[in-house]
């Protein structure tokens, strides 16, 4: 039984994206924002071919002109603002709008990993973090049990066949961390986790699973187990 | 195509590919975009994209979108390919070039 108490990181955490953006940070097609956002400056039109195809960079420069769009019209507020003498608070205002499109951004452009469905050439997939919840839940619905990180990837990752784009194609692995009370032998429980999580794949999803790993992580007293809020 | 034609063309087929997917057995809703989550109006359609690819033509769609409660994802994907493949179809010149769909299911309700 591991006992970790560094659960890894969260798909949804990571996909959160709050605070501001590192300029040096990397989009998924290798560019990093800055270079995309600098081609945008001045309204000059994009010649680097790369731009015209890629979804990584367009979703990119989406996010700026919303968000240039937004400093516009809070700019444009202030200034009215000030020739009637009401003081500004709008600046703020903006900032708040600015830091949140920024942290949407972020979110559109790193969603996590996307995970195959059906057929190897069915091209359909599903975002980790929506696999994640389902499994979770799931394990959740036990009696003493309360469902932690949950992460899914290829079964064997050395062996993973490329896909089409999104992800690697292939059967996959959940792994799911949980802490449970010892009104049950955790051995038993896990093997309850584990086919309600195959379950679950395949009944209400139509994901290969072909291994669970089930980590209890904490065990439960009476107490900490009776519908208390999670984090 | 000229770049101006191959937008027009791309705007039509965005639009058709929304409405296909809304109105499909099993999906809540497309992922809203940008400007769908900071509320601005006259926004074209998040989840949505679509692309030409000149030599051979092809276009190239991308969806993201929720699948509803009591619905199996994978069964919610290929009735999107399906009616969102007819419905580009219905707005491309017969024959139609290659219409290649990619769907990705962001949540579910």
Known sequence: ?231 | MTTEQTRDVAARLTEAAAVAVRRTPGVAYLRPGFAGMVRRSGARPGGVQVRRRPDPECWEVELHFAVAAGHRALEVTRAVRTSVTAALAAELPAPPPAISVTTTVTELA
Request: glycine share 10%.
């Open chain 1, 1 to 231: 039984m591991a006992m970790s108490t560094n659960p890894g990181p969260d798909p949804e955490a990571a996909a959160e994206g709050t605070g501001p953006i590192d300029a040096d940070e990397h989009l998924p097609c290798g560019r990093t924002f800055e270079a995309v956002w600098s081609a945008r400056q001045g309204g000059r039109p994009l010649d680097d071919p790369h731009y015209a195809g890629c979804r990584h960079c367009g979703a990119a420069l989406e996010g700026l002109d919303v968000l240039d769009g937004f400093v516009r019209t809070a700019r444009a507020e202030e200034e009215h603002a000030r020739q009637a003498g009401r003081r500004a608070t709008t600046g703020r205002a903006a900032e708040a709008v600015t830091q949140r499109v920024m942290g949407i951004v972020r979110r559109e452009l790193r969603p996590g990993r996307s995970l195959p469905l059906g057929d190897e050439d069915e091209d359909a997939w599903i975002v980790e973090a929506a696999a994640a919840k389902a499994f979770r839940t799931a394990a959740d619905a036990l009696p003493g049990v309360r469902a932690g990180s949950c992460r899914i990837s290829p079964l064997d990752e050395a062996a993973a066949r490329p896909g089409s784009g999104a992800g690697a194609q292939g059967p996959l692995r959940v792994r799911i961390q949980v802490a449970a009370d010892l009104s049950r032998l955790l051995p038993e429980l896990a093997e309850e986790i584990r086919a309600r999580t195959k379950a679950v794949a395949a009944a209400k999803i139509g994901m290969d699973v072909h291994a669970v790993d089930v980590i209890f992580v904490d065990i439960l007293h009476p107490d900490d187990a009776e519908g208390t809020d999670r984090t």
